[in-house]
C-alpha cells in the first residue's frame, strides 16, 4: 500500500519535471512557448495514465496548470490569473486527466472481473473432472458392499478381493480429497498463501514417514544439506507436492528400481529433485503434464489415467502459488521433477542456541 | 472381565462410533459410546473411563469444550484424551493438545493407527501415573534411557553427549511420552519463553541435532515423532 503511493509520486514528480525542463528547453533554446500548453497536457495524460485512481491525474493538471501560468506565460516568474488562455487550459488538462484515469480504472477492473472469470471457469472444470472421477472407485465401494451384505453365495476369495477393492477405492478417495483440500486452500484467500520458516529436515522426515505409510516396501534414497535449512512455506501444502511427486513416481513410473529425493541449498534458494529411472514421459508431455485439470483441455479428465491428472495440476498450483516453477525433464532413463523455492527473509541462524 | 480399559468414544456419527467401537471391542478394550456433550459429560461422570476418544465437531457443542471439562472440573482431570477429526489444519490441531488433548488423529484412520495411538496414550497415563519425577527416577523406551537425577542419556546402554538445551527437550518430552506436545508446550518449558518464529526455528536446530546423535534417519520413527507444523511425540 504505502509502495504503491511513493510508487505513484515518484512517477508523477518526475513527469512533471521532465516537461518543465523540456519547457525551459523550448523556451530558452527555440524561443517557442505555444507548445507548452500541449507538453502539459501530454504530461499529465501520461499521468493519469500510469498511476492508480483519479488523485494523481487531478494533482498534476492543478499543478501543470499553476507551472505554465507561473513560468510560460506572460508575465514570467509571477502568477496572473487575469488571462482566460490559463483557464481554458486548466479546464482542458483536468479533463484529460479525469478521463484517461476513468479509462484506465475501468480497464483494470475489467482485468479483475476476467481472472475472476477464469478462476470460476477453471474451478467448474475442475469440479466436473472431479465428480466425474469420484464414480469410478464409488462404484467399487458401493457394488463391493452391496454384494456383500446381500449375497451370501460369495467365495471367501471373493469376499476378500471385494473388500481388497473397496479397500484401494478408498485410499484413490482419501489420496483426492487431499489434493482437493490443497486446492482449496490455495484458492480460498485471495491473499498470497502464509508461509512459515520450516526446517528441511522436518519436512523431509513427515513425507518420507506418510509415504513409507502407504507404500511399506518402496525405499527412497534421500540426500539432504548438511545443516539445518529454514524455507519460508505451507509446509502442508509442500508436502502435498512432495507426496504427489513420489506417488506419481510410484504410479506411473513403470517398471523402477531408484526413487531419489533430492534437496540442493543453493545461495539463496532450495531446490528439490524427484527422480527415479522408469518409463519416463513423451518428450511432448513435458509441457502439458502440469495442466491436465485446470487446462482447458477437457478430453483429459475422461482418459484413465488415475490422479496424475489432478495430482501434478495441485503441485504446479502450489508451487506457483510460492511464487516457483515445477519443471519435468527426461533423463538417459527416467524422469526428474524439480522445484525451486526461495529462502529470502532473514535467514542467519540464531547463535544463542 | 473387570479390569478391561474403559474406552469413553464421544462421535455423534453412529457409524464411526460403531466402527470405533468394533475396533476397540474386538482388541480387548471396552467401549462406552456418547452421541452429544451432554451425554459424554454423564458417561464420564458415572464412568469414569481410562481413555477418552473424542470428535471435535458435536451436535450440541465444540468438542474442545469437553477437553476444558475434563481438564477442568472433573475429579480425574489427567484421563488421557485422543482427538478424532476431520479438521486437519495445523491450527485446530495446535488448540485442541494446548487445552490438554494427548493426541490427535485425523479422519479417515485405520484399525491399526488408532490402537496404535490409544495403547501409546494409555501407557504414557500409567507411565506418568507411578514414575514421574521422583528420586532415582529412570526412563526407558526401546534401548532409549534417561537417568533424571544425573541427567544422562544413554542409547543401547552407551552414553550419548547432550547439550544442556537438548537434554531439557529430551527430559521434557520422555516425561509426557506418548503425547504430542505442541511447538509452544515445549518452548515454554525449555525456555520459558512465548513461541514466536526465531523460538521455532530454535527449537527446530535442536531437534535436528538430537536426531542426528541418537542417530534416527528422516522417515524413521524411532524416539521422536514430528508432526510438522504441530509439535513432537515421543514415541517406540
Not at chain 1, 526413487?259 to 514421459?281: H, P, Q, T, Y
Not at chain 1, 515445477?326 to 526428474?336: C, D, F, L, Y
Not at chain 2, 534417561?146 to 547432550?162: G, M, N, Q, V
Request: contains cysteine; neutral net charge.
Amino acid at each position: 500500500m504505502k509502495n504503491s503511493v511513493l510508487k505513484n509520486c515518484f512517477i508523477l514528480i518526475s513527469i512533471l519535471v521532465s516537461a518543465f525542463f523540456i519547457s525551459v528547453l523550448f523556451q530558452n533554446v527555440f524561443s517557442i512557448d505555444e507548445h507548452v500548453s500541449t507538453l502539459f497536457a501530454f504530461a499529465v495524460f501520461l499521468i493519469s495514465l500510469t498511476t492508480n485512481g483519479y488523485v494523481y491525474g487531478i494533482i498534476s493538471a492543478f499543478i501543470g496548470t499553476l507551472a505554465i501560468n507561473y513560468a510560460f506565460t506572460f508575465p514570467y516568474f509571477a502568477f496572473n490569473f487575469t488571462i482566460p488562455v490559463n483557464l481554458i487550459s486548466a479546464i482542458v488538462m483536468i479533463t484529460i486527466a479525469l478521463l484517461t484515469s476513468a479509462l484506465t480504472t475501468k480497464i483494470k477492473m475489467q482485468e479483475a472481473i476476467k481472472a475472476e472469470n477464469e478462476r470460476v471457469k477453471m474451478r467448474a472444470t475442475l469440479l466436473r473432472a472431479v465428480s466425474h472421477d469420484i464414480r469410478t472407485p464409488l462404484t467399487t465401494i458401493y457394488g463391493s458392499a452391496e454384494s456383500l451384505l446381500s449375497n451370501s453365495e460369495l467365495t471367501e476369495e471373493q469376499r476378500k478381493k471385494m473388500l481388497v477393492g473397496i479397500k484401494e477405492d478408498s485410499d484413490w478417495l482419501v489420496r483426492m480429497v487431499e489434493n482437493l483440500l490443497s486446492v482449496t486452500r490455495i484458492d480460498s484467500g485471495k491473499v498470497k498463501i502464509s508461509k512459515t520458516p520450516i526446517a528441511i529436515d522436518e519436512l523431509i522426515d513427515s513425507v518420507i514417514v506418510k509415504f513409507k505409510k502407504r507404500y511399506p516396501s518402496q525405499n527412497v534414497i534421500l540426500s539432504l544439506p548438511e545443516e539445518t535449512v529454514f524455507v519460508p512455506m505451507d509446509p502442508t501444502l509442500i508436502s502435498q507436492v512432495l507426496i504427489n511427486l513420489l506417488e506419481n513416481s510410484v504410479l506411473h513410473a513403470g517398471d523402477f528400481d531408484r526413487l531419489e529425493l533430492r534437496v540442493i541449498k543453493d545461495a539463496d534458494s532450495v531446490i528439490f529433485e524427484i527422480e527415479d529411472n522408469g518409463c519416463g514421459i513423451p518428450q511432448d508431455m513435458t509441457e502439458r503434464l502440469f495442466d491436465g485439470y485446470f487446462g482447458s483441455n477437457e478430453g483429459l479428465a475422461d482418459s484413465k489415467k488415475k490422479n496424475a491428472g489432478i495430482g501434478l495440476s495441485v503441485c504446479a498450483a502450489i508451487i506457483k502459488a510460492h511464487g516457483g516453477k515445477i519443471t519435468a525433464r527426461n533423463t538417459e532413463k527416467g524422469i526428474v521433477f524439480r522445484f525451486i523455492l526461495s529462502v529470502e527473509e532473514e535467514n542467519q541462524n540464531e547463535q544463542q542456541i | 472381565m473387570n479390569n478391561k480399559y474403559k474406552i469413553l468414544v464421544v462421535e455423534d456419527e453412529s457409524n464411526i462410533r460403531n466402527l470405533v467401537s468394533a475396533m476397540l471391542e474386538s482388541n480387548g478394550y471396552r467401549a462406552l459410546l456418547a452421541a452429544s456433550l451432554r451425554e459424554a459429560k454423564l458417561m464420564y461422570d458415572s464412568h469414569v473411563p481410562d481413555l477418552v476418544i473424542l470428535d471435535l465437531g458435536l451436535p450440541d457443542a465444540d468438542g474442545c469444550d469437553f477437553i476444558k471439562y475434563v481438564r477442568g472440573s472433573s475429579p480425574t482431570p489427567l484421563t488421557p484424551i485422543i482427538v478424532l477429526s476431520a479438521r486437519s489444519n495445523e491450527r485446530d490441531k495446535v488448540i485442541s493438545l494446548d487445552l490438554g488433548a494427548n493426541d490427535y488423529v485425523t479422519k479417515p484412520f485405520g484399525e491399526a493407527e488408532l490402537l496404535a495411538r490409544v495403547r501409546a496414550s494409555l501407557r504414557n497415563h500409567r507411565h506418568s501415573a507411578d514414575s514421574g519425577k521422583l528420586p532415582g527416577g529412570k526412563f526407558e523406551l526401546n534401548g532409549l534411557e534417561i537417568d533424571y537425577d544425573a541427567r544422562r542419556i544413554f542409547l543401547c546402554s552407551e552414553e550419548i553427549k547432550l547439550t544442556q538445551t537438548e537434554y531439557n527437550i529430551l527430559a521434557f518430552l520422555s516425561e509426557h511420552c506418548g503425547k504430542m506436545l505442541t511447538y509452544s508446550a515445549i518452548i515454554k518449558a525449555v525456555w520459558g519463553e512465548r513461541c514466536e518464529d526465531s523460538s521455532v526455528k530454535k527449537l527446530q536446530v535442536n531437534m535436528a541435532n538430537i536426531r542426528k546423535k541418537l542417530g534416527i534417519k528422516p522417515g524413521e520413527t524411532k524416539y521422536i515423532i514430528n508432526e510438522l507444523g504441530v509439535g513432537y511425540r515421543m514415541d517406540g
